[in-house]
């Protein structure tokens, strides 16, 4: 196994079904009150260029339910000292890095520069843990048949995307991405995932199409931070993809709405679909915990180096 959980392309499909195993086991776990010391004594580096709610919240309460603790930093990598030197000075002291950064090439350059374990909490173009919680929800919710199931991601080829679609090249699942012209991703990704999708993959600019079978719609920000500038550009190219009652009615009966959060209510979904029935969105956000742990335990679980 790999050092570093920089992207889900870098795992087998085993490995990344093996992460969702144990993270249903640490969230049973925690439901029965069972403490699960893995990394007594650890410490985590958390490193946040941009904000966030879940991913800082879940690592620090993950890492204190393992028994370790993080650390933060609040910085711009690259600006103070360079990168190969942050992680040279974190390796001495801390026994993994996670980093929610600008540029992908930083968290790449981060683990190649630390012997320790660094994992991707965001980048401009992948946001892995998401995926793994995200995955976690659909099992509980519609089983483990995975390759049975159909996930219809509807607005920007962005981050999160990108992400499903590095897990549809690893694991059986059908994911397609249902976005304006455009807007439909990293060509290079995209056709890596074309030529290795364990499962149809799909990209269309037809909502009906796209949304038809659909046991999942998930949706994201229009505007992902860093592209605040873009934002009415893209509210106008984006507005007939806008997730409301009558876009959930093209998919399956009792398909589940999925947002990795945080929304932009009234645009990219409306209230009555995050608010309804058929949402998991707070599930997603609950297996952040559950499913980082799992790939905390997994990845610092073995003695200092
Ligand atoms: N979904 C997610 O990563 O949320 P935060 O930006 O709040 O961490
Ligand atoms: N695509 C969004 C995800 C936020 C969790 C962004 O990058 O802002």
């Not at 401009?124 to 159909?150: F, M, N």
Request: charged share 25%.
């Amino acid at each position: 196994m790999v050092k570093d959980f920089l992207s889900l392309a870098d795992y087998t499909g085993d490995e990344i079904l093996a992460f969702l195993d144990f993270a249903d086991r640490l969230k049973a776990e925690v439901r029965a009150g069972t403490p699960h010391p893995l990394l007594q004594g650890k410490t985590l580096a958390l490193i946040f260029e941009k904000p966030s709610l879940r991913t800082r919240l879940t690592f620090q309460i993950g890492m204190f339910q393992l028994g370790g603790h993080t650390v933060l930093i609040d910085d711009i990598l690259g600006r103070r000292e360079s990168v190969p030197d942050v992680a040279r000075n974190l390796e001495r002291w801390v026994d993994g890095i996670m980093a929610r950064t600008y540029r992908h090439a930083h968290v790449v350059e981060l683990a190649r520069c630390a012997r320790i374990p660094v994992i991707n909490a965001l980048t401009d173009l992948l946001h892995p843990c998401q995926i793994l919680a995200d995955v976690q929800t659909l099992r509980e919710h519609k089983g483990r048949d995975l390759g049975s199931l159909k996930v219809a991601f509807v607005g920007d080829g962005n981050n999160v995307f990108h992400s499903w679609a590095n897990f549809a090249a690893r694991v059986p699942l059908n994911l397609t991405l249902v976005c304006p012209p455009g807007y439909e991703g990293d060509a290079e990704i995209t056709e890596r995932v074309r030529r290795e999708a364990k499962g149809d993959f799909v990209i269309t600019h037809d909502v009906e199409a796209g949304l038809r079978d659909a046991d999942a719609v998930y949706t994201d920000v229009w505007a992902s931070m860093g592209q605040e500038e873009e934002a009415e550009t893209r509210e106008r190219a984006f507005a007939p993809y806008q997730v409301n009652a009558a876009l959930m009615a093209l998919a399956k009966p009792g398909a589940l709405f999925m947002h990795c959060l945080p929304a932009h209510r009234g645009l990219e979904v409306t209230d009555d679909v995050i608010d309804g029935p058929q949402s998991v969105v707070f599930d997603e956000a609950e297996n952040r915990l559950h499913a980082q742990k799992a790939v905390l335990a997994t990845l610092l679980g073995g003695p200092r180096n």
